[in-house]
């Protein structure tokens, strides 16, 4: 069993468990209810390079580094759990033979990787994040190998997880080739907090970002720019999207209030997280890193100032449907008078049956002189944990299910599931490229969006702007601001204890 136990358990005895806190309290224990961004609302407060990537090459011929004909684990089982959100119940595991080929390419990669290494692969689905999370700690405590590979969520258990000695760096692991085209190490890079890198970005790991879908009859009707010919012109702006937004917005009764049942609003959301990917959109960082590569936060800038008084008064104007968890009723793509919808590209499942026909956009930027779209990924991220059994076990499963699903696996998705499934029109299938070309991450939400203080400032432009119509930032940015910062600095400490006692152990 690898020594890095001996460390988390040791360090465990002298350090708190409250580490990710600036105001040393324990962060708060995430039940999956306000505070999850895949839930129905935002968290309730009072509240500078390209980190985009490209879709992964699939050339024929390329060859990872595991020596497979030399291993044989004697059927060793590699275990993988995850939990019922976004696509893991779909697209990562298949334990049968399909006639659905994105299904029947899941099932091809575990035979091959069994049949390779001599192992038994097994994918356990836990209802939700917080038991998986506390399996997770508890096996590690007591020293468990039964959890070879963990699907993470997003944001939830990252901070704790990476900053206690939970993890286990993936540089260290043999026969993983980070370099390799199938590892995305540029939004690795983007989440290392220190020397390792102990959240994982692959092939393997399907992005789920939120998209906006618009109402194509009302585009027509209106009058208004084809969103499709803006986007591929990069005139897809802050701006083209107010104008658009401000056209269909109309009280339709005239009776001087904005209802469901009668009026035409701009812009609606199924979960008030969907204005996180604005800000992201708009190229405006929560974090970036300073000439100590420390992440600092980046979020106090005049974009930021203009984007939450132009979204208060948006809101204000009825142009945004208000929060979706404080109205009885909502407005939706069916009723044929809401012109954007902010929503997980997995909801294009929900929208196959409504008449409307309606087309999918990546997030627009915030002006023409910003370089390229950027699309957030609200999917999960994957991790080993610290106590390990056999690492090359690990390291030549995690290598292959990196490179096979770049060979198979994501071929069948983009062909199979996106252009032949969601997509409605050639349009439609460019627009899906651009978004998959251009996901992201922010190390700052990831790692710290569900612990105050910094929840105040990830989820300000929703709690704040949209919320409470108040599109002044920096008084909430004055209110938070120092204490995040705190809270940041305080992580580095504590992680560099760990790291540091784990090297002189070893």
């Known amino acids: 069993m690898k020594r890095i136990v001996c ?29 999850d961004p895949a839930d129905t609302s935002a968290p309730d407060t009072d509240a500078d390079s390209d980190d985009t990537t490209a879709a992964p090459d699939t050339t024929p011929g390329r060859a990872h580094k595991v020596p497979v004909d030399e291993l044989n684990f004697d059927n060793e089982e590699f275990r993988t759990v995850a939990f019922e959100w976004q696509g893991y119940p779909y697209y990562f595991h298949s334990d ?64 704790k997880f990476t900053g206690q000695g939970y993890l286990y760096p993936m540089d260290l692991l043999p026969y993983v080739d980070l ?23 692959s092939d393997y790991m399907i992005p789920c970002p939120y998209v906006l879908y618009f109402n194509k009859d009302l585009v027509e009707d209106l009058g208004l720019d084809d969103p499709y010919q803006l986007v591929k012109d990069q ?6 999207f107010e104008t658009m937004a401000r056209a269909a917005t109309k009280d339709v009764n005239t009776d001087g209030v904005y209802d469901v049942e009668n009026d035409m609003f701009g812009l609606a959301v199924n979960d008030t997280s969907n204005y996180v990917s604005f800000v992201t959109a708009f190229n405006q960082n929560f974090t970036k890193r300073d000439e ?26 009825n142009v945004f449907y208000p929060d979706p968890a404080e109205q009885p009723e909502q407005i939706t793509m069916d009723s044929g008078r809401l012109l954007f919808y902010g929503a997980p590209i997995s909801a294009s499942e ?8 309606y087309g999918i956009l990546p997030f627009p930027k915030y002006d023409e002189a910003q370089e390229d779209y950027r699309t957030l990924d609200w999917g999960g991220l994957m991790a080993v944990p610290s106590v390990v059994s056999d690492e090359a076990l690990v390291g030549a499963v995690l290598e292959l299910l990196a490179f096979k699903a770049s060979e198979e696996v994501i071929p069948a998705y983009y062909d199979l599931v996106l252009d032949g499934q969601l997509a409605q029109d050639p349009e439609t299938s460019d627009m899906l490229d651009i978004i998959f070309d251009t996901i992201c991450y922010d190390a700052g939400m990831n790692y710290w969006g569900l612990y105050s203080p910094c929840m105040q400032l990830v989820f300000a432009l929703p709690n704040q702007a949209i919320r409470k119509q108040n599109g ?3 008084s909430v940015y004055a209110q938070y601001g120092d204490a995040t910062q705190k809270q940041i600095d305080d992580y580095y400490t504590t992680i560099k204890l760990y790291e540091d006692y784990n090297e002189a152990l070893n």
Not at 9 to 23: E, F, I
Not at 235 to 240: E, G, H, Q, R
């Open 7 to 35: 460390l988390l358990l040791a360090m465990l005895l002298v350090l708190p468990l409250a580490v990710a806190c600036g105001n040393d309290e324990k962060p708060p224990v995430a039940t999956g209810d306000s505070t």
């Open 96 to 159: 049968e033979e399909s006639s659905d080929p994105m299904e029947a390419a899941l099932y091809s990669r575990r035979l091959e990787i069994e049949d390779e290494l001599g192992v038994k692969m097994t994918y356990f689905m836990y209802d939700g994040y917080a038991n998986l999370n506390a399996d997770i700690e508890a096996e590690v405590l007591m020293g468990s190998t039964e959890i070879d590979l963990a699907l993470l969520h997003c944001i939830v258990g990252l901070n």
């Open 179 to 201: 370099e390799a085209d199938w590892w995305n190490i540029e939004q690795m890079e983007v989440l290392r907090l220190s020397d390792y890198h102990y959240l994982g970005v």
């Open 235 to 240: 005139k897809w702006t802050l701006d083209a």
């Open 292 to 317: 100590d590569d420390h992440l600092v936060l980046a979020l106090n800038t005049e974009t930021t100032a203009d984007v939450f008084a132009r979204f208060a008064e948006l809101t204000k104007d």
């Open 350 to 357: 929900d929208l196959r049956d409504v008449d409307v026909p």
């Open 472 to 474: 002044i930032f920096s």
